[in-house]
């Protein structure tokens, strides 16, 4: 049965005590988040919803490439570390499986680090 409509389907269905009283609660919530939201830009001088929408997903997702490119670049600098040791010693694949795993951790430790220096942490 579609919502707002009674049995017949006309639509002129009366709301019953607690279908408004949780339209009430719906308003009234609606109406402190308002509230909320206008109290946290004005503290945080951000600019206006539409902006601030588009910059914070911008940033989001430069930081999201700068932490994937740091991980990758860990990677393959130490496979690549790996590979040129093995081809001078003549030890393949020990130095890449040793190198890449270094790399791989090198590479954690740097988005770890990256992540604990943001600029928007609040915990401290």
Do not use: C, H, Y
Request: net charge positive.
């Amino acid at each position: 049965m579609a919502e707002g409509t009674d049995g017949n389907g006309n639509g002129s269905r009366e709301k019953s005590p607690d279908e408004a009283a949780l339209s009430a609660r719906l308003g009234s919530l609606e109406q402190r988040l308002s509230k909320f939201r206008d109290n946290r830009r004005i503290r945080t001088d951000q600019p206006a919803r539409g902006s601030e929408d588009g910059a914070a997903r911008a940033s989001a997702m430069a930081l999201g490439f700068r932490l994937s490119s740091e991980l990758v670049a860990g990677v393959l600098v130490g496979a690549a570390i790996g590979w040129g040791i093995d081809r001078l010693l003549s030890t393949s694949p020990f130095g890449l499986i040793v190198f890449l795993l270094l790399g791989f951790a090198a590479g954690v430790v740097n988005v770890v680090r990256s992540v604990g220096t943001a600029p928007d942490r609040t915990d401290r």
